[in-house]
């Protein structure tokens, strides 16, 4: 892995944008993140990024803490467990070009699901499921919230951010270990992701005050918006 300097401060600005955004609306960071780092330099996605953003929601989650949603993260968890091994075998046999395209692909799928037009109904066969499709999308192409999130998108706005934050946490510190059997996850992966930290920080501080206005729906179209324009872009680049 050689990610050039010039590369990684785009890269924490990027993470920085991204960051505000999840810690506001609940999830979205690598939603919006991955595509553009995947454009940028392939070996930012999915090691370096899951780093950062593993700090990231253990942060959201202890904030608001009152409003996890237990039952959903164990769930969600079990069902997260077997697709993240499944997804380690998938990662370590794909090429660059494929991972782009499979992000690509993702994230649109990602940002069709998280529109609204379908509702799932909340119990606990669907966040089974939604924890399998997304610990298969997280180890694969570093996209793991819009499932989860879909399933709660009628939570208020404390509740989401909390657990989804709480999933998000449990879910780094079981992805994380399948990316790096994967050989996506070594020492230079890890220094890259050191460097995206204070960038995730940085955006979890900004997004205090954005909160209110989150939750008053406000911001949520905007994170569909550039996701989806970043998928298209990465697509066409690798077909």
């Known amino acids: 892995m050689n990610v050039d300097a010039d590369v990684v401060i785009i890269a924490m600005i990027v993470m920085t944008i991204a960051s505000t955004i999840q810690a506001s609306v609940g999830f979205g960071a690598n939603m919006l993140a991955a595509p553009v780092f995947a454009l940028l330099d392939p070996d930012l996605v999915p090691g370096p990024i899951f780093v950062a953003a593993g700090v990231l929601t253990f942060a959201t989650a202890w904030r608001e803490r009152e409003g996890v949603d237990r039952e959903v993260v164990t769930v969600a968890t079990a069902g997260r467990i077997p697709a993240s091994i499944l997804g380690a075998f998938v990662l370590a046999a794909v090429d660059d070009r494929s991972l782009q395209l499979m992000v690509g692909v993702t994230i649109m799928v990602a940002v069709i699901l998280s529109s609204g037009v379908i509702r799932i109904p909340e119990r606990r066969a669907t966040f089974f499921g939604a924890g399998f499709v997304s610990g298969f999308g997280a180890t694969t192409a570093a996209i793991g919230g819009p499932p989860v999130a879909l399933t709660?998108?009628?939570?208020?706005?404390?509740?989401?951010?909390?657990?989804?934050?709480?999933?998000?946490?449990?879910?780094?510190?079981?992805?994380?270990?399948?990316?790096?059997?994967?050989?996506?996850?070594?020492?230079?992966?890890?220094?890259?992701?050191?460097?995206?930290?204070?960038?995730?920080?940085?955006?979890?501080?900004?997004?205090?005050?954005?909160?209110?206005?989150?939750?008053?729906?406000?911001?949520?179209?905007?994170?569909?918006?550039?996701?989806?324009?970043?998928?298209?872009?990465?697509?066409?680049?690798?077909?």
């Open 152 to 239: 709660l998108q009628h939570r208020n706005g404390r509740d989401l951010r909390a657990t989804m934050g709480a999933y998000f946490a449990i879910g780094s510190v079981l992805t994380l270990p399948a990316i790096a059997a994967a050989g996506r996850l070594g020492w230079a992966e890890l220094a890259v992701g050191a460097c995206l930290i204070p960038a995730a920080l940085l955006g979890f501080v900004f997004s205090g005050p954005l909160r209110s206005h989150v939750d008053a729906g406000r911001v949520r179209p905007l994170v569909l918006g550039l996701a989806a324009i970043a998928a298209v872009v990465l697509i066409v680049r690798t077909i």
